[in-house]
């Protein structure tokens, strides 16, 4: 039989063994790899993984654009995406994201501008979740807001140490942060 | 004035002839009422005592020719009559309505529309009931009155005088409690009238009443109306009830008296029996035109309450004439002078004072300053929206104020910060303005509607052509569609499929006979087409017996229903509890009302073979697994080998029906056009695919590219120009609005035009266009005022009026404004500080 038959309906790689597993347990598994995620309840979870939604984007292709207001959070799946700082003239790389990263984070608890882009370097396949999703079932579970919180605070400030550790003192005393 | 005619005015003044012969048949028809009761007295008196078979029959053949004459008579009086009041009051409604229009907008701004709208309709009906009947209904029972009263005097003068002595009595009594029930029936009207506005401010604010909730506050505002509207007409049913108690009361004494002297007189010899049964028919015959005469007085009452309240109501001048006399509209060039304009309204506040001003042909203003600074009313006046009362607003030399509606409108564009869009296509509002013009080119002057390419033109100068060209990809074309059109649009599609479906193949599902179409249904997958009768709609397919026995041949059956067993299992575990949420059941397969039904299912046949299913229950997870799409259901998935058997069942399907029911599908076959799509759905023919975000940009993108120039693009402008923008334009975004109204005004080909911010909604590249569009093809053309809402977009403007407090206080050139520092600069720098 022709082999476009038996295919797989959305991005992302799949096992031999997965073939015939339905989308939403396999997009379970992945948010449960999110440490956000993984003490949520699971019927909340899976609720969630069943509101979420695969995402495939062609190198080059923007995921967040630098600007744009942010409403959604997304899980590389497969691929890798890069995090860059757009500038009028030239754009700096600032960090990849690889399979099981999750980015956009805070965008499930707040509106804000995208500090920077992050753009699909290979064929980069996503799962992607919004804030009214995510507010609709875990508003009652702080539990899960709190290790989001947690989550991102950290890698925020690493890399604002990372960002301080390159200024001079000079610099740094220019800031007035 | 239509405010200052009577309501008796409007009757006596049309029909004339009609009402002649209206007045003839009723004397007539009196005559005959009267007739028939000299024949019974005869019958009694000749007849019967002298015992004469001949009289007798000759006399009932007269009564009877008498009593039909003057049926058919009544018949043809009544139908009569209310033609004349429909006719009359088709006039008073329409002229009413011609003469609202023209009131000055000051009137509609403290006018509810509610108001107008009861005014019109309900409250006018009455009184048609009442206009027909007018004439003849006073005037038939009057004359039959009179005929009788002097029938019975005739009979016997004593017997008369006392029967007739009850009714001085009731005029004395009855307008008193009338006027009672009249002052009830103005409060009445008024209370009607509040009633409705709330209604209407209800309806027309039902945003704010939703996101409010304000739905008992509303509720208790017109609980309060409809409260005393209530105690209003139950007073009014007592006074009216009353007066007809009092009135029968007195008709029944009438008999009385009768009985009494005439049978005494009778007794003593004095009256013959005939004579006194005459009588006493001729009184009871006095009832019915004294109770119809008692309605009319009722009816005319309520009437003329309802009727004074209405003219009241509009007693109101236009402002301006709506057409020259006697010659052409003025064609004007766009030259404006303004000296010492003023504009003051009732409570003495001064809008417009002292503005002066000379604006040349072609040239442009720009006239800004603070909110409440008079810039959109000083643009307004220009437009002769608002009438002035100081100073002068010469427009080619000629004063405004006497120039009629038609000469401004024939050379004005004018776009309100707001614009209103009727109800209807987005065609009949691009040629609003034009075809308003033509509505009173009464021969004379050649005024064509614009050609189909003026009016693309105009569309392209405010940049609505894409929008236009979305709304016609977006038409579902029905069968009876010109089947040229429909072939163009499949030799479209195989053309946009050879040269984008394979860059397009990562985004879109497209209708591929040799693949599973994981992105469409099981059923879709099954039949791959759309079916055209109603035993194969996809929601009924479940139960077609052919469908049946095709699916069954293929032993696709039984998968089948394990497969809706394990989505329903699926299913109901997690939204089984969210039934509520629209939220979470927009993925569902199962559609929210049958969440129940199925949670029921799933308990009662959990762990049951599909074998031991019950027919009923064995078609509910047939029709569930026959709506099962892989990349929208993710809750289940497809046993292995499930889509290739369905992917050969589709082959045995295409071939019976072709060969047995060819009507019955359109397949999804390159050459097919689907008429349950839209036309864009047909060119792309496939569904896009859920994880390719922003695949639908990127296909209309595809799509119009590849239209440019062809002969498709104008017939698909064509349907756009259709698009029906539905009650006040809401489907239309506030952008799309303004670039209509703006289009609608460049239509006219205006040597003036105003803008009072009309492109307040538009994006900055949109806005940007207009302003090029001023700037380059308008300049030296037409005069351009315009009320500016952003500084930035003014520089190029031969002057700028500074207002404040309704006075120009700086007149001049961006550049010699700026070097004054006065409070354009404020308002400049003052702009750029907020921006940062």
């Avoid at chain 1, 690493?158 to 301080?164: E, G, H, N, V, W």
């Avoid at chain 2, 109101?316 to 006399?325: G, K, N």
């Avoid at chain 2, 003023?342 to 300053?369: C, E, H, W, Y």
């Amino acid at each position: 039989m022709n082999p476009s038959i038996e295919s797989h309906t959305t991005c992302g790689p799949v096992a031999e063994k997965e073939k015939h597993r339905c989308e939403l347990d396999a997009n379970l598994e992945l948010l449960r790899r999110v440490p956000a995620f993984a003490g949520a309840p699971l019927d909340r979870l899976r609720l969630f993984a069943f509101m979420s939604k695969r995402q495939r984007f062609s190198p080059g292709a923007f995921i967040i654009r630098q600007g744009d207001s942010a409403h959604t959070a997304y899980m590389v799946i497969s691929g890798t995406a890069q995090v860059i700082k757009e500038f009028k003239t030239l754009s700096v790389l600032l960090n990849e994201f690889n399979e099981g990263d999750f980015f956009g984070g805070l965008a499930l608890l707040t509106d804000f501008k995208r500090p920077f882009s992050v753009r699909a370097l290979t064929d980069v396949c996503c799962l992607s979740v919004d804030r009214e999703t995510f507010m609709r079932i875990f508003s009652q579970s702080p539990e899960v807001i709190l290790q989001i919180v947690d989550s991102m605070m950290k890698r925020h400030s690493t890399m604002f140490d990372k960002f301080l550790e390159k200024l001079s003192p000079e610099c740094i005393a220019n800031l007035k942060l | 004035m239509i405010f200052d005619r009577s309501l008796f005015d409007w009757v006596l003044k049309s029909h004339r002839w009609q009402q002649l012969v209206l007045f003839l048949m009723i004397v007539l028809m009196v005559f005959l009422r009267i007739f028939p009761l000299e024949m019974q007295k005869r019958v009694i008196n000749i007849a019967i005592q002298l015992k004469q078979l001949d009289t007798l029959y000759v006399y009932c053949a007269l009564y009877l020719g008498a009593v039909v004459v003057a049926g058919v008579l009544k018949f043809v009086v009544n139908a009569l009559q209310a033609y004349i009041g429909q006719k009359v009051l088709l006039k008073i409604r329409n002229q009413l309505y011609e003469h609202i229009l023209l009131l000055p907008l000051p009137f509609f701004r403290k006018t509810p529309p509610g108001m107008v709208i009861s005014s019109l309709t309900s409250e006018l009906s009455v009184i048609g009931d009442f206009l027909g009947g007018a004439i003849a209904v006073p005037l038939i029972n009057v004359l039959t009155l009179v005929t009788f009263a002097g029938y019975m005097f005739h009979l016997n003068p004593l017997l008369a005088v006392l029967s007739m002595s009850i009714y001085p009595l009731e005029i004395a009594i009855i307008p008193a409690l009338q006027k009672r029930l009249n002052r009830l029936n103005f409060e009445r009207i008024d209370t009607v009238r509040s009633m409705s506005n709330v209604i209407g401010e209800a309806v027309s604010g039902m945003q704010e009443v939703h996101a409010n909730a304000g739905y008992s506050l509303e509720n208790r505002k017109f609980g309060g109306f409809s409260e005393t509207l209530f105690h209003l007409r139950n007073r009014m049913n007592i006074l009216k009830n009353g007066i007809k108690f009092v009135n029968s009361f007195f008709q029944s004494l009438g008999p009385f008296l009768l009985f009494l002297v005439g049978g005494w007189l009778s007794i003593k010899g004095r009256l013959d029996l005939g004579a006194l049964v005459a009588f006493l028919s001729a009184y009871e015959k006095l009832y019915d035109p004294w109770r119809e005469l008692m309605d009319y007085y009722q009816d005319y009452q309520d009437s003329q309450v309802r009727y004074k309240r209405i003219m009241e109501y509009f007693h109101e001048r236009p402002e301006f004439a709506v057409e020259p006399v006697g010659r052409d509209p003025y064609p004007l060039d766009g030259r404006i002078e303004m000296q010492n304009l003023s504009f003051t309204v009732d409570n003495g506040i001064r809008l417009l004072d002292q503005v002066s001003m000379k604006i040349d042909p072609g040239s442009q203003v720009a006239l800004v300053g603070l909110s409440g600074s008079g810039k959109s009313t000083l643009a307004m006046v220009i437009g002769q929206i608002y009438s002035y009362n100081g100073g002068r607003v010469l427009v080619d030399g000629k004063e405004l104020r006497t120039l009629t509606k038609m000469d401004v409108v024939s050379n004005m564009g004018y776009v309100a910060q707001q614009p209103f869009i009727f109800d209807g296509s987005l065609l009949d509002n691009l040629v609003y303005a034009c075809d308003s013009i033509r509505e009173y080119d009464r021969g004379g002057r050649e005024c064509a509607p614009p050609s189909p390419s003026q009016v693309l033109q105009a569309i392209s100068m405010v940049g609505l052509s894409d929008d236009i060209l979305r709304f016609g990809l977006n038409t579902v074309l029905s069968p009876a569609h010109p089947i040229g059109a429909v072939e163009e649009i499949v030799r479209f599609r195989n053309r946009f499929h050879s040269k984008w479906g394979a860059a397009l193949a990562d985004s879109v599902e497209f209708f591929d006979y040799r693949r599973y179409l994981y992105h469409s249904s099981v059923a879709v997958n099954v039949t791959f087409g759309t079916p055209n009768r109603d035993e194969y709609k996809y929601h009924v397919l479940h139960q077609n017996p052919k469908f049946q026995e095709i699916v069954e041949e293929s032993g696709l059956m039984r998968p089948l229903v394990v497969l809706g067993q394990d989505l329903a299992a699926q299913t109901v575990i997690l939204l089984g509890d969210l039934i509520e949420d629209p939220f979470f059941v927009r993925q569902s397969p199962i559609p929210p009302n049958r969440l129940d039904h199925y949670r029921d299912l799933v308990e009662r046949t959990a762990g049951m073979n599909a074998d031991d299913l019950e027919r009923a229950d064995w078609d509910s997870f047939l029709l569930l697994a026959l709506r099962f799409t892989p990349a929208v259901h993710t809750m289940a998935a497809f046993p292995e080998g499930l889509p290739s058997l369905i992917f050969r069942t589709r082959f045995h399907f295409i071939e019976r029906i072709t060969k047995e029911e060819p009507e019955a599908f359109t397949f999804y076959r390159d050459n097919n056009y689907l008429f349950n799509e839209t036309i864009l759905g047909n060119i792309l023919f496939g569904k896009l695919k859920s994880d390719a975000p922003h695949a639908m940009e990127e296909v209309q993108q595809r799509v119009a590219e590849l239209l440019d120039g062809e002969s498709l693009h104008a017939s698909l402008m064509g349907l756009g120009m259709e698009f029906q923008v539905g009650s006040k334009g809401d489907r239309l975004s506030g952008g799309q609005k303004q670039k209509i109204a703006i289009a609608r005004a460049l239509l006219k080909n205006p040597s003036i035009l105003i803008l009072d911010e009309a492109t307040a909604s538009l994006d900055n590249a949109s806005q940007a266009r207009i302003q090029h569009l001023i700037d380059s093809d308008l300049k030296g053309k037409c005069t351009v005022i315009s009320v500016a809402h952003r500084l930035s977009t003014i520089e190029s403007y031969d002057q700028i009026a500074v207002m404040r407090a309704g006075k120009v206080i700086e007149l001049g050139a961006y550049d010699e404004l700026l070097a004054r520092k006065g409070l354009f600069y404020e308002l400049i720098n003052g702009t750029k500080e907020a921006a940062l």
